[in-house]
């Protein structure tokens, strides 16, 4: 049995299956927000300020997200939970606000307009997250 399917046995994995694409958008949304909002920040921070700093604390919940993906267990499947929860709310408050009040924002977050400029993967990615921790009941859940 090689490693990977030994893990895949492990009580409480999250990123067996469709979780590990899980795990690879979030890596990417990763990347992606940090990679963006540090090079705002440093070079056009004056120009917009709410929309940097949201799009950097997008990123931070995203990495949150994915390390307690990999991690697994019981209390990464809470604190999955706790920041998908979040996530999800601030794409719903972040994109309510910049659909009301664009003027608001200088430049676009990653949430701005539920993600539009991210093809809407910030807004689907929480609510598929939520749902496949809900289909990975820990093993303690299973039975009830």
């Known amino acids: 049995m090689t490693v990977a399917q030994e893990r895949e046995k492990q009580p ?4 067996g299956g469709p ?7 979030y890596g ?18 004056e120009r917009a300020p709410l929309s940097y700093v949201l799009s950097a604390v997008a990123g931070v919940v995203y990495g949150f997200i994915t390390y307690s993906l990999v991690r697994g267990g019981e209390t990464a499947r809470r604190a999955a939970r706790v920041c998908c929860a979040v996530e999800l709310a601030g794409v719903v408050v972040v994109g ?7 003027s608001v924002f200088h430049d676009a977050t990653v ?3 539920y993600g539009m400029g991210y093809v809407f993967i ?8 939520l749902y496949w921790l809900r289909l990975r009941k820990a093993p303690s859940q299973q039975g009830a």
């Open 12 to 15: 409480g994995r999250l990123i």
């Open 28 to 45: 990417v949304m990763v990347v992606g927000a940090v990679s963006r909002s540090v090079y705002q920040i440093a070079t056009d921070f």
């Open 111 to 113: 949430w701005s307009d």
């Open 96 to 102: 309510t606000w910049t659909v009301i009040e664009p």
């Open 19 to 25: 979780g590990m694409l899980l795990v690879w958008f």
């Open 122 to 129: 910030p807004v689907l990615l929480p609510l598929s997250a």
